[in-house]
C-alpha cells in the first residue's frame, strides 16, 4: 500500500478541468484545503460562481478521480460557494452593496436582449446568487412588463428607491417612474444622468451580480455607460446573422475600449424550433457566435433557440426560467450563467476596499 502524497493529490487536481470555465481546479484556485489522514483523503473546494445545479456533479467526479490513486481507501471532497468582487474600470470605484455589476449589451435591436438579460438573471438567482437587475433601456423600458411589474417603487426616507421584487429578484426600471404610453424624448446626458440616479439612488441589498440591461447599439450613451458605471464584465448578445455580427463586433470594440472584459457571447434566435412537430431550423444561418468567438478569443456561453415559448413566457411577466425551470431552454440559461458568472471568477479580485500594504523598499 503506497503512501498518499499531498503532491499527488494536487496533481491529479490539475487533470480536473472544470466544465463551467474550461480551467483546471487548481490554477482556478478553487483548491482550498487538501487533507490526508492515513489512507482517506479530504479536499475542500471552492467555488468563485453559483452553481447549485452543478455542485453535486463535480463532488461526485472529483471523489472518482481522487479514488483512482495508489492506497486510498476513502474520499470526501466538500463543495462550497463564495462570490467576491472583481475590479472595475480604473477610474471607477465599486457600487455599494453590490458585489460585480455584469452588463448585458448587444450591437443593435431586435435580436432578444433583454429577454436574454432577465433570464440570464433569474438564472444566476436560480444556482444560488443574490441577484438585481437594472434596466437601463431608458427609451424602451421592457424588464417591468417582462418580470410583470408596475407601479412606483417605494421609498423609506423620500430619497432613495427600494427595488421592486419579482421572484427573488430586486429589480429597477425608469419604466416604474413614467406612465408606459409617454415617449421619452431625451438628449444622451440625460439618459446617461437618469441612469446613474437609478443605479445609486436604489436601495440594492447585499447585491452579488447585478444585471444591467443596456439600451441596443453602440452610441454615445453606451459609450458614456460602459465608462461611467462600475462593470466588472460584459455579455454581448447577437444572433446568427452576418449584420448582427458586425454590430456585435461593435459592442466588443466599445467594452475593450474601456478596459471591461467580455465575458462571453450568447447567441439568441440560433435555430428556430416549430411548435407544432418540433422541427429545428436555422433560419439565420448558423455559427456566427462560435465564428465570432473564436475571432475575437472571447468565450461562446452558448446558443439559444428561436423559440415562440421563450417570447411567450416573457410577453406574460414569468420569463422562461421561472416558468419552466426544468425545461430545456432554462438549463441553457443556467448553463450560460453559470459560464459567465465562472468566467468573472477567473478575473482579478477588487481590492480597492483593502487597506493597502505599504512596503518600504531599498531603492
Request: proline share 5%; net charge negative.
Amino acid at each position: 500500500m503506497g503512501h498518499l502524497e499531498k503532491t499527488a493529490v494536487e496533481n491529479l487536481l490539475r487533470t480536473f478541468i472544470d466544465p463551467n470555465h474550461g480551467v483546471d481546479l487548481v490554477t482556478a484556485k478553487s483548491v482550498k484545503a487538501i487533507k490526508i489522514d492515513g489512507a482517506n483523503i479530504n479536499v475542500n473546494l471552492e467555488l468563485g460562481y453559483p452553481a447549485k445545479s452543478t455542485m453535486n456533479d463535480l463532488k461526485v467526479a472529483v471523489e472518482q478521480l481522487l479514488r483512482t490513486l495508489d492506497g486510498v481507501e476513502s474520499v470526501t471532497v466538500d463543495v462550497t460557494v463564495k462570490i467576491l468582487s472583481h475590479a472595475v474600470q480604473q477610474a471607477l470605484k465599486p457600487q455599494v452593496n453590490i458585489k460585480n455589476i455584469i452588463a448585458v449589451a448587444s450591437g443593435k435591436g431586435g435580436v432578444g436582449k433583454s429577454t436574454t438579460a432577465v433570464n440570464i438573471a433569474l438564472a444566476l438567482a436560480a444556482e444560488g446568487a443574490n441577484v438585481g437587475i437594472l434596466d437601463a433601456d431608458i427609451y424602451g423600458p421592457s424588464i417591468p412588463t417582462m418580470l410583470g411589474l408596475s407601479g412606483l417603487p417605494e421609498s423609506v426616507d423620500n430619497k432613495t428607491m427600494m427595488p421592486k421584487m419579482a421572484y427573488g429578484l430586486q429589480t429597477m426600471s425608469i419604466g416604474y417612474l413614467i406612465d408606459a404610453g409617454q415617449p421619452m424624448i431625451w438628449r444622451g446626458p440625460m439618459a446617461t444622468n437618469t441612469l446613474q440616479q437609478l443605479l445609486r439612488d436604489t436601495n440594492w441589498v447585499d447585491v452579488d451580480y447585478l444585471i444591467i440591461d443596456l439600451p441596443p447599439g453602440t452610441g454615445d450613451i453606451q459609450l458614456t455607460l460602459a465608462q461611467q458605471i462600475p462593470v466588472s464584465g460584459a455579455i454581448i448578445v447577437t444572433t446568427p446573422q452576418d449584420i448582427s455580427l458586425i454590430d456585435a463586433q461593435r459592442g466588443l470594440g466599445m467594452f475593450a475600449k474601456v478596459n471591461v472584459p467580455i465575458l462571453g457571447i450568447v447567441e439568441n434566435m440560433s435555430m428556430h424550433i416549430c411548435s407544432a412537430c418540433g422541427h429545428a431550423e436555422a433560419i439565420f444561418g448558423e455559427g456566427g457566435g462560435i465564428a465570432m468567438s473564436d475571432k475575437n478569443k472571447v468565450d461562446f456561453l452558448g446558443s439559444l433557440p428561436l423559440d415562440i415559448a421563450i417570447r411567450q413566457c416573457a410577453d406574460s411577466g414569468k420569463p422562461t426560467v421561472v416558468a419552466d425551470p426544468d425545461g430545456q431552454a432554462a438549463q441553457m440559461y443556467k448553463t450560460i450563467a453559470r459560464k459567465a458568472a465562472a468566467m468573472l471568477a477567473l478575473k482579478t479580485k477588487d481590492f480597492s476596499t483593502r487597506f493597502p500594504n505599504i512596503v518600504v523598499q531599498n531603492t
